[in-house]
């Protein structure tokens, strides 16, 4: 079958404060939403290139803009979405 439209939005949160967060919870968060947004977008787009044809959604949060307390690592994240 064909992809026609590939919506990004796996996420998780490993809140802390930047002085007890950890280098793996930091990285954890990255994972998902940073990488797993790339990862996605690059299978997506091979198909839909193919297709010649499909729309992405890449969601983010208002963390990207404003960040909250003890989520460094989710308002990075979600910047980088947000590009």
Do not use: C, P
């Not at 796996?10 to 990255?30: C, P």
């Not at 990862?39 to 983010?60: D, F, P, Q, T």
């Amino acid at each position: 079958g064909a992809l026609d439209i590939m919506v990004n939005n796996a996420g998780i949160t490993r809140d802390a404060t930047m002085r007890k967060m950890t280098e793996d919870q930091f990285d954890q968060v990255i994972a998902v939403h940073l990488k797993g947004t790339w990862n996605g977008l690059r299978a997506a787009a091979a198909v839909m290139r193919e297709n010649k044809r499909g729309a992405i959604v890449n969601m983010s949060s208002i963390s990207g803009k404003v960040g909250m307390v003890g989520q460094t690592n989710y308002s990075a994240a979600k910047a980088g979405i947000v590009g």
